[in-house]
């Protein structure tokens, strides 16, 4: 259970951060630059939250989507900032449980919703520039926030494999390609996409 008392504590004037499991990092550790990003990601959503209307088509089941997701960014932040334990990898080991981690479950929740919203838009002839409605640009910007929420994950795993669930990579990657489809699904299905022509101000 989480309980916030105080706002301020003091014990990061040296620089350093308290992880998940009671150690001690400095606050430019690749760790702690991987869930903040994650928490950055999480205020991106917060705002293009406020960007779905019910005049937008979808912009009810977009926002309880986007709650949701809100909520396991959490688990993903939660699950980085406490590093894998040995045991944790045992077996039926009681000590697998006591740790809140991210499941395939989650990603897996993704892959449906991408698959959900994606069926109805007509194939891209080039990229697409971020843009268009409120709600299709704030859903762009979080996705380039989560894909260096990605980015930083994989560095973090790379580092540190043992003490890193792999998992959540694997999320962060389906939440960017959500987000894209998203921001299509925001744009009239696609119809008020604005498309990228290569080479259009030379």
């Not at 334990?85 to 080991?93: F, I, L, M, S």
């Not at 697998?96 to 892959?111: F, G, N």
């Not at 762009?140 to 973090?156: G, Y």
Request: net charge neutral.
């Amino acid at each position: 259970m989480v309980k916030l008392n105080r706002i301020y504590t003091r014990t990061g004037d040296d620089g350093t951060t308290g992880l998940g499991d009671g150690s001690r990092v400095g606050k430019a550790d690749i760790r702690v630059e991987a869930y903040g990003t994650v928490d950055e990601a999480n205020a991106a959503l917060g705002l293009a939250i406020t960007k779905c209307s019910s005049t937008i088509a979808q912009g009810d089941s977009i926002r309880s989507l986007l709650i949701s997701i809100q909520n396991d960014l959490f688990d993903v932040g939660a699950d980085l900032c406490c590093p894998v334990r040995p045991e944790e990898t045992v077996p039926g080991a009681a000590s697998a449980k006591s740790r809140l981690r991210v499941t395939p479950l989650q990603t897996k929740r993704l892959e449906s919703a991408i698959d959900l919203h994606n069926e109805r838009l007509a194939p891209l002839t080039s990229f697409v520039l971020p843009g268009g409605t409120n709600l299709a640009a704030a859903l762009h910007l979080a996705r380039t926030v989560v894909r260096r929420a990605e980015r930083l994950t994989v560095t973090l795993l790379r580092a540190e494999p043992g003490q890193t669930n792999p998992e959540t990579v694997k999320y962060l990657n389906r939440l960017s390609d959500l987000l894209f489809v998203l921001g299509r699904v925001a744009n009239d299905d696609g119809a008020g996409d604005v498309l990228w022509v290569p080479g259009a101000s030379r």
